[in-house]
């Protein structure tokens, strides 16, 4: 059964950190392109980065561009998103998703879906 599991969300205070991990179970995450989205109640669901698997291209929305960093770690087959500088406008779910394909800007797009982890960012 092809599974990610997200991980790492919490609360944090405004200007602090944290990283997010996406742990793929059922597949190898190298062969995919994993996307970070993320969904503030209300709000339609957003790509905040993207990690390409063909050529390891990384993206960022611009409201995060310069404080979250997405990676890899093939050997953990685990993709992480370390978000730093958080703001109260970081306060979402976020979810990881892989697809085989390029990196798409749509969720609708993704084949496989982590269960989502709260971050919440409040003085």
């Known amino acids: 059964q092809l599974q990610l599991l997200e991980s790492g969300g919490g609360s944090v205070q405004p200007g602090g950190s944290l990283r997010l991990s996406c742990a793929a179970s059922?597949?190898?995450?190298?062969?995919?392109?994993i996307g970070w989205f993320r969904q503030a109640p209300g709000k339609e669901r957003e790509r905040v980065s993207c990690l390409s698997s063909s050529d390891a291209s990384t993206y960022y929305a611009v409201s995060v561009k310069g404080r979250f960093t997405i990676s890899r770690d093939n050997a953990k087959n685990t993709v992480y998103l370390q978000m730093n500088s958080l703001k109260t406008e970081d306060t979402a779910v976020y979810y990881c998703a892989a697809t085989p394909k390029q990196c798409k800007l749509l969720y609708s797009e993704y084949e496989y879906w982590g269960q989502g982890t709260q971050v919440t960012v409040s003085s």
């Open positions: 059922g597949f190898t995450l190298d062969y995919y392109t």
